[in-house]
């Protein structure tokens, strides 16, 4: 009945603000006050990264949990960045309907003033996609979104126009075609906020490791990944959790949005959770907040789709040939142009239902970058010493999946990977050994398992051997028969 009534006043012309909720509880009531604990906020965020800001993924708790961590992400825009619209996308914790509602019926009013809803547009939105609705008790009492607001409000300098929208469904291909519906706005003209918290009520020590975990699993930029992580959480039993993320929803719409565009990465900011608070931190049931940017680096190249596909052939064709021939098929090299004929290095990994088969890869060759491939599709197929010789027979099963690798780039501290990301290559006396960036998320490993095993396993120089190598990153472009 309330929601109907909502609706008719609107219908009726009479617009209808959506007044704060959760002010004096979730953060300062008082304009003054409000202000103060932002400034104190603000003044602690560290900038990270050099591209620019296209998306943040910031928590939603109370300010007093949570704010540092939220102002941490939000602080990585420029103050004076100018955007045509900022979509904030919230999960809904009251209310589950299918799909989106985006409120059309006012403007969105915090203690520090009115933020202008572009209400032509969000009606566009509305009558362009199914995915979309307007439900009143959707925004009336949502907090996630909500408690974005101010922050969006002091840190910005210019005023932009509001487009809030509170996704009600827990169903992953509505995600999917949110992202779809959104995806002609998602440029560098528009901001992209997502309000979400982590793994909510396991231990103190058990939070840490699932929300590290899951934050690897966001920057792999996967939604794949994204999703059988989520799933592998709610496998584990981990005591007292009840989810790994609360706005998984919003996230994943986040991740497909930025999916196959590889000059976008997420980053991490900052974490911490509830059990971090001095004076309430309870640390046998915690909450987790993390905060994470999605930047458009300065790495962009890019393999066409043809490109890809010519290569996994080529790949194939190579190791079938080389089976029944002993030989490399040659190739006649004025007959490659484009990025297959820069010297680029690549990795080629062979999978057998499902279970590795082979893989063997070079950097920064001197060849160009189809006949890196034929030659480490070679490699991986006969030449790996860790399995025996692939036969004619198994090829009809293999599967073959190929990361063209940007240029090593020496670091100075382990702090600068970033999982899922970066791959690492590390030099000891002699010794070295590296691992894909895929690695890391497919083990679900920290930062330290992920050197700690490549150091002891690949390079053979001991667990904490890494600490004094020569360590570089690099970044992997990876496709295979499965994703073409």
Known sequence: METQQF???????????????????????????????????????????????????????????SGKVAASGIGQIPTEAVYDHIFVLASSHRVLFDGASIYKCGNYITPLGTIEVDLDFTQKLIDENECFTFRSDAHQYEHSLEVQLPLLQYHLKNPFKLIPIVLGTQNASTCRDIAMALKPYFNDRNLFVISSDFSHYPSYEDAEKIDQIT????????????????????????????????????????????????????????????????????????????????????????????????????????????LQTGKIKEIDSKSISGNLAKPLGAFVSLHFEGRLRGCIGRFQPADPLYLVVQKMAVSAAINDSRFAPVTMDEMKEIEIEISVLTPLKRIHSAKEIILGKHGIYMVKEGRSGTFLPQVATQMKWTLDEYLGYCARNKAHIGWDGWRDSELYTFEAMIFGEKTT
């Open 7 to 65: 609706k008719e006043e609107h219908f009726h012309g009479q617009p209808i603000n959506r007044e704060p909720i959760v002010a004096g509880r979730f953060y300062p009531a008082d304009p003054v006050e409000l202000m103060s604990t932002l400034k104190e906020y603000f003044s602690t965020v560290k900038k990270i990264g050099e591209g620019k800001v296209r998306a943040v993924i910031v928590p939603h708790a109370g300010y007093i949990f």
């Open 215 to 322: 934050a690897n699993a966001i920057e792999s930029g996967s939604p794949e990944t994204f999703l059988s992580t989520i799933r592998s959480w709610s496998e584990d039993k981990i005591p007292n959790l009840a989810t790994c993320i609360c706005g998984w929803t919003s996230v994943l719409t986040l991740i497909h949005l930025a999916e196959k565009k590889d000059n976008l990465s997420f980053r991490k900011v900052m974490y911490r959770n509830s059990g971090d608070n001095g004076l309430y931190g309870d640390k046998t049931r915690v909450v987790g907040y993390y905060s994470l940017i999605l930047e458009e680096n300065l790495f962009d190249f890019k393999l066409k789709e043809e490109e890809k596909e010519s290569l996994l052939n080529l790949a194939r064709d190579t190791i079938e040939d080389y």
